[in-house]
């Protein structure tokens, strides 16, 4: 990630537009034009950002400002301009005293509101965000703010402010940061108002000798809040954003803590996102989006498990909640703080590059805090006869039997449902959905339908070889739950992650009783597991995607850590010998080092920075012409099916091309792609092709 590089090439727009005698919209650069004083009093020239995904719209329009609106069309307000013939929204960018607009200036049509929503540092993170991931500043603007609620807005900006903040002191590292190497460092740095950044790989809680990552987390907050700064933490999911926040407000009393999550529904979130923009909380805790919060003053950001696909933008310009930290940490001079259990490769790599420190531990102390595991091999498996070819396996069957005479075990799958995969019994070809061709699954009680569009299907035909039966090729959480409950018909089966089932279960008891839980979706037990299964460990550890090693390393150790002191965790299923082994010696940092090092050698990111395309062949050509000019390595295009047929998970096109470069070249790379996406948008070229850099599968 090259941060400091992205954030010194993000400079705004130099251009803006003018209306020609025909009325049609003529593109005038900046510089080629000399700025011509406008009268007025004030900054009567208010620059637009329109609110737009088409990228030759990514720049400001002068317009000028009714002496009626002077005092409410301040930088970062919304606005309704004329434009084109209608009505369009935007934001106010800049004033200025100045244009290069040939002819009159069109006023303001009105203002949505005078509040200030994108202070100057939002919209300095805005510019920095689009440069690097090559989108449309209007975009990264709709990731940034939530829809606005005029009646909560009304609320928040009468109602009396708050009488003040608490005032904490520094606190002291023992039995927290103290068990890391840097840790204490780390905090003190903070109080003093410097801005640390460092790579943790929390080690699991055990009494004694680790404490919760929650109860860390809140300590580095008070350090920043006794140098009179903010706090932002950003996790995965809501409940995990509740969880921390609750931690928050109980060890930081008086405090104001705001949540922002877009499942609180459009009030509720507008209202927080209010109260840190109005100062009245300075401590956030959020999902992905939470990432733009305006915190005044920022301290610390903290980004948790940063490995996880879900603080991913699945949308343009499918930025990572951790990239927007790491510039606006290089922005606005904050602290940050890139956790997790498991270490992922773009955080390595910024520890290699002495860009952030590691928080690290003796290796004594983390072997006495890991889980035990074990990772039977082929004697092991051979020693139990027939049932060491089974899926769960005899000596599993014992581990389970023992470890529910205390309390609930766990068993983690990678897949939900009864069976996701099913194939022809006859041929053993994947069976297909004949009007969508994605993946059929089945259902208890043997009904079939398409993973994709849910269509059932109930005649079924293999076009390979004419035959109408089918069989199970994996076996879902479901599935697993009813054959565990079959093998243990006196203990409660509970199945966590799927709607035909429980759903999402947040906690268990301490009672015997055996959960199944797909990754991401293991609920906490009190006191802990008394045994841990994960099964089918090659499905997530061997799959050809780049990262997939690292995300099975990360999954397992999620299970992991919910296993009780001295409870047994064992890895199943004919996983990846690397991950394996590194899983066995709870050896995170040292992976995410050969990762690294593997990446370096293939020239994929994050040791280089690479562009995904997705889009029809003669459009992606001409990007990787560009591309080629400018001495940009090039793969592709790999054609993908005819128009208008799926292209798998990049979106529907024809072809697939990547370009790569040294990280030292990733701004060139985002400013050579988004010249040309806004070239193509002015031509009018209807084939769109989609962009994506540094993206988390390549192929």
């Known amino acids: 990630m090259d941060v400091v ?26 510089g080629r034009s000399r700025p011509v004083q406008v009268p007025g009093t004030g900054l009567p020239v208010a620059r637009v950002l329109l609110d737009s995904p088409v990228p030759h719209l990514d720049r400001t329009f002068d317009y000028s400002v009714p002496d009626a609106m002077r005092e409410e069309a301040v930088p970062g307000t919304r606005v309704v301009v004329r434009f084109g013939g209608q009505e369009m929204r935007g934001w106010v960018w800049e004033r200025a005293d100045t244009t290069t607009h040939l002819g009159h200036l069109a006023p303001l049509r009105r203002v949505v509101s005078d509040l200030s929503v994108l202070p100057a540092a939002s919209r300095r993170l805005v510019e920095a965000v689009a440069a690097r ?15 606005r609620h005029a009646a909560t807005e009304h609320l928040e900006r009468t109602s009396p402010a708050p009488a003040g903040y608490p005032t904490w002191t520094a606190p002291s590292s023992d039995g927290t940061w103290g068990v890391y190497d840097g840790g204490a460092q780390f905090l003190a740095d903070l109080a003093a108002g410097g801005f640390p950044r460092a790579g943790w790989c929390a080690l699991p809680r055990r009494e004694g000798v680790s404490p919760a990552w929650q109860h860390c ?10 140098g009179g700064r903010g706090v932002l933490v950003v996790v995965a999911t809501t409940g995990q954003a509740e969880a921390v926040a609750d931690t928050l407000g109980r060890e930081l009393p008086g405090e104001p803590v705001a949540i922002l999550s877009a499942e609180h529904g459009t009030a509720r979130r507008y209202r927080a996102f209010l109260q840190v923009l109005l100062g009245r909380a300075r401590v956030v805790v959020g999902t992905r989006s939470a990432a733009f919060a305006p915190v005044a003053d920022l301290g610390l950001a903290v980004v948790w498990d940063d490995g996880d696909s879900r603080l991913e933008e699945r949308h343009a310009p499918y930025v990572q909640a951790r990239t927007v930290l790491a510039l606006r940490s290089s922005l606005e001079g904050s602290g940050l703080l890139l956790a997790g259990y498991s270490r992922s490769a773009e955080t390595q790599a910024l520890v290699d590059r002495g860009w ?29 006869g027939a049932s060491g ?11 389970l039997a023992s470890a529910l005479r205390e309390g609930p075990v766990l068993v983690q799958v990678p897949r939900s449902g009864y069976a996701p995969v099913v194939a022809c019994l006859q041929c053993r070809e994947v069976a297909r959905c004949p009007h969508c061709s994605g993946p059929l699954a089945m259902s208890r009680g043997g009904r079939t339908a398409c993973r994709w569009c849910a269509r059932p299907v109930g005649r079924w035909r293999c076009p390979q070889c004419g035959g109408t039966r089918l069989r199970m090729v994996s076996v879902g959480s479901s599935r697993t739950g009813e054959e565990l409950g079959r093998a243990f018909p006196q203990v409660p089966v509970l199945v966590s992650g799927t709607r035909e089932d429980h759903g999402v279960v947040g906690t268990v008891g301490p009672r015997p009783r055996i959960v199944v839980a797909t990754p991401g979706a293991e609920p906490a037990a009190d006191g ?36 009780a002191p001295g409870a047994r965790v064992v890895l199943l299923g004919r996983p990846a010998p690397a991950v394996a082994q590194a899983f066995l010696r709870w050896d995170h940092v040292g992976f995410a080092r050969r990762e690294l090092r593997e990446r370096e050698e293939l020239h994929l990111p994050p040791a280089w920075r690479a562009a995904r395309l997705d889009g029809h062949e003669r459009s ?18 790999v054609l993908l099916g ?15 091309a990547l370009i790569r470069c040294p990280a030292s070249r990733g701004s060139e790379l985002s400013a050579m792609l988004r010249h040309h996406l806004r070239e193509r948008s002015v031509r009018r070229r209807e084939d769109p092709v989609r962009v994506e850099l540094d993206p988390t599968f390549l192929w």
């Open 5 to 30: 590089g992205d954030v010194a090439g993000s400079a705004p727009s130099q251009e803006v537009q003018r209306t020609g005698s025909q009325g049609e919209l003529l593109s005038v650069p900046r």
């Open 133 to 147: 991931s090559a989108g449309v500043r209007s975009d990264v603007v709709r990731l940034a703010l939530p829809p």
């Open 217 to 226: 987390v809140t300590v580095a907050a008070q350090a920043s809040l006794a």
């Open 356 to 384: 952030c420190t590691e928080l690290s531990v003796p290796r004594a102390v983390a072997r006495r805090a890991a889980p035990l595991i074990e990772v039977p091999g082929a004697p092991e498996l051979e020693a139990e």
């Open 389 to 399: 070819t089974a899926r769960v396996p005899s000596l599993a069957h014992r581990a």
């Open 528 to 563: 802990g597991y008394r045994a841990v299964l994960i099964l089918d460990g090659a499905v997530i550890s061997s799959r050809p995607d780049l990262g997939a090693a690292h995300e099975a390393l990360r999954l397992w150790t999620g299970a992991a850590v919910l296993a």
């Open 620 to 637: 992606v050509e001409d990007f990787l012409a560009q591309a080629q000019a400018q001495g940009f390595e090039t793969l592709g295009p």
């Open 642 to 656: 005819p128009v208008g047929e799926s292209a798998g998970d990049g979106g529907a096109g024809e072809a697939r």
